[in-house]
């Protein structure tokens, strides 16, 4: 399979039927997920147990042929279980590594705001850098690597909040929601001969994956376009409502996003447009409100909904 820029959509639309065939109902999320993964970003799933976060995760694993690990996440969950340990090795002497559950291609951090923040942050250096690091020595994860983390909505219980810098290094924030009643009942049909998630195909190779990455990270972003996601961003650095504004990993979240979209639309460039409709989606989870605006019930949404409305959007020629 060839991935010129002509056929990502043709392959995208592949891997989107295959994973419908677990997901049922999902379609719009199932979208941003894919698009996430093909903009190399990370996607924080909040909601509560149970509506399919683990199912989607797993389907999107197997149609895309990755390595898959989950670690369900716990107040007893250590680092190491993460990163990975040291062990003696009596026979080449000396300390050998022993690979923790992030060393894969797709890693499923559920629940991940019941962990401590010292097991939080050991997935800080892998998310950002692709790495971790044991006793001084650096491991590089697999390539593709994506996490994908679930988090309880807050004040659920055994929650505490991620730390603002965790939620800085996820690309969006999604929400599967409950499934409508006639895709619940399709669900329920789906599974009276055994659980759909085992016949899924992989459609693409690990490295048939990495290639279309590359496609999208190639999509034409004008000056003018990049200039327009930087008023955007600077637009929450100084609004009235937002105590802190999104930060520069914002602004590549957002082109990155961008050229994802661009190329599920069957372009290789960027337009205004597809800024609009990903703009949200990546900045919402990293802005704090100040605490006047979150006392009068106002949304992050709606402030950016507003910054959106109020930054004029670039003619092109």
Same mark, same amino acid.
């Given at each position: 399979?060839h ?11 592949q ?16 979208v ?8 190399k ?13 683990? $199912? %989607?995760? +797993?389907?999107?694993s197997k149609?895309?042929? #990755? ?6 996440? @716990?107040?007893?969950? !250590? ?13 080449q ?16 951090a ?39 983390a ?29 499934p409508?009643p006639t895709?619940?009942? $399709? %669900?329920? +049909?789906?599974?009276?001969e055994g659980?759909? #998630? ?6 693409? @190779?690990?490295?048939? !994956? ?15 376009v ?7 961003v600077?637009?929450t650095r ?65 402030v950016l909904?507003?910054i ?9 020629r």
């Open positions: 399979m991935t010129r820029e002509n056929e990502v959509t043709v392959v995208v639309q891997i989107l039927d295959q994973v419908r065939l677990a997901v049922v109902g999902k379609d719009e999320v199932l941003w997920v894919l698009a996430a993964i093909l903009a970003g990370h996607i924080l799933l909040e909601d509560i147990p149970g509506v399919g976060k683990t $199912t %989607m995760a +797993l389907a999107f149609a895309l042929d #990755l390595g898959y690990s989950r670690i369900q996440f @716990t107040p007893d969950v !250590l680092p190491s279980d993460i990163t990975g340990y040291s062990v003696p090795d009596p026979q002497g000396g300390m050998r590594y022993q690979p923790g559950a992030v060393l894969t291609n797709l890693f499923l559920d629940e991940l705001n019941r962990a401590t923040s010292r097991t939080q942050s050991a997935l800080l250096e892998a998310m950002e850098e692709g790495q971790v690091t044991v006793d001084g020595v650096s491991h590089a994860l697999p390539q593709p690597f994506i996490v994908i679930t988090q309880n909505p807050v004040g659920a219980a055994g929650t505490q909040l991620l730390p603002d810098s965790q939620m800085d290094r996820f690309m969006i924030r999604l929400s599967l929601g409950y409508e895709d619940e009942v $399709t %669900m329920v +049909l789906n599974r009276q659980n759909p #998630l085992q016949s899924l195909m992989p459609i693409v @190779t690990r490295e048939q !994956l990495i290639a279309l990455q590359d496609t999208v990270e190639r999509t034409f972003i004008s000056d003018t990049v200039s327009y996601i930087v008023r955007l600077g637009a100084n609004d009235a409502e937002i105590a802190r504004g999104a930060s520069p990993r914002a602004t590549l979240a957002v082109a990155a996003m961008s050229k994802a979209v661009a190329q599920l639309r069957g372009r290789d460039y960027v337009i205004p447009g597809d800024v609009r409709e990903v703009f949200a989606r990546c900045v919402e989870h990293r802005l704090i409100l100040t605490p006047r605006a979150q006392t009068q019930g106002i949304l992050p949404g709606d909904e507003r959106v409305q109020s930054v004029p959007a670039p003619k092109l």
